[in-house]
């Protein structure tokens, strides 16, 4: 098995960890592990984080949580027309050929340093 392999193996199985635990996965682990230690292009990470996930991957654990009663599928299914709607216009934005894949990283940075300004604030 090459090297490349066990890295996106070992991506996909993080990514499915934290998104069992705390339902986040795509973006906020693959997309930087594949830049970071894949060394993907930014837009690239992103494309292949996407097309990962087209297949139904959360389905298991979606199971695990609605058994559990930890879910609300009307807010899940409203919130899934918001993905389609929101993937599809976010995907047209970065990529345009104005927009670099050095602008989409650091636009990404911001928004991961204010989610966690956030979240460790206690709010």
């Given at each position: 098995m090459?090297?490349?392999v066990v890295q996106m193996l070992t991506i996909g199985l993080v990514a499915g960890l934290t998104g069992g635990m705390f339902g986040l996965g795509g973006g906020a682990i693959m997309v930087p592990a594949m830049?970071?230690?894949v060394g993907l292009d930014q837009k690239?990470?992103?494309g292949t984080s996407i097309a990962a996930q087209i297949l139904p991957i959360g389905i298991l654990g979606a199971v695990v949580y609605?058994?559990?009663g930890n879910m609300n599928l009307k807010y899940a299914a409203i919130i899934a027309i918001g993905l389609m709607v929101g993937n599809l216009?976010?995907?047209l934005f970065a990529n345009q050929?104005?927009?670099s894949s050095e602008v989409i990283k650091k636009l990404y940075g911001f928004f991961l340093l204010l989610l966690a300004m956030r979240y460790l604030a206690g709010n």
């Open positions: 090459s090297h490349t830049v970071l230690f690239f990470a992103t609605y058994r559990n216009f976010g995907a050929a104005f927009i």
